[in-house]
């Protein structure tokens, strides 16, 4: 499934490549995802968003970011981390109010390559995810990261078809 067509500043095999790691992401995780590409200060270049438009908006109304233990670890490690890990280091809740969203099970990639740090997490409803698992979807992580550094900007008719597929854009 091709997600992203050809747009200014990036070529068709690029496009293609975030494309097709979008589209086998958000098979593998139908709960949801977030994915922060190139982190300056507290903005990422660009975000792509699966979760329930319900949860992003109780996150966002919450200002749940600023709490979120999986986001605290991701600014201050590189690696993988399950949020199973992360629950005695949760003083707001967030975990709890994520899995009332069916945000049950999940893991936190983080990757800082020459300054530029990229952070994504992953949810499930059903189980925890295995370690191969988790190996792929970082690897995943660290190619869109690759293909997205020198991207400037996606088109509107990529953006809509984003959309299409519930996986929210906001930037570039």
């Known amino acids: 499934m091709e997600i992203l067509s050809r747009g200014a500043g990036a070529n068709m095999n690029e496009h293609t490549h975030i494309s097709e790691i979008l589209a086998r992401l958000h098979g593998a995780y139908p709960t949801g995802f977030a994915i922060a590409l190139h982190v300056k200060f507290t903005s990422p270049k660009y975000l792509f968003q699966s979760y329930d438009t319900e949860w992003i908006d109780t996150y966002s ?28 280091d949760d003083p707001n809740s967030v975990l709890p109010r994520a899995a009332e969203h069916g945000l049950r099970y999940g ?15 992953f949810a499930r ?12 979807a970082a690897a995943d992580v660290a190619q869109l990261h690759a293909l997205t550094l020198t991207l400037e900007t996606l088109t509107p008719a990529d953006h809509a078809l984003l959309k299409q597929m519930s996986i929210y854009l906001t930037r570039g």
């Open 125 to 136: 409803g059903d189980r925890e995810a295995t370690d191969a698992e988790i190996a792929a």
């Open 107 to 121: 893991f936190t990639v983080s990757q800082l390559t020459d300054g530029s740090r990229t952070v994504a997490s």
């Open 61 to 88: 109304r919450l200002g749940l970011v600023i709490h979120d233990p999986t986001v605290r670890w991701g600014f201050d490690n590189t690696g993988t981390q399950r949020w199973s890990g992360l629950a005695s």
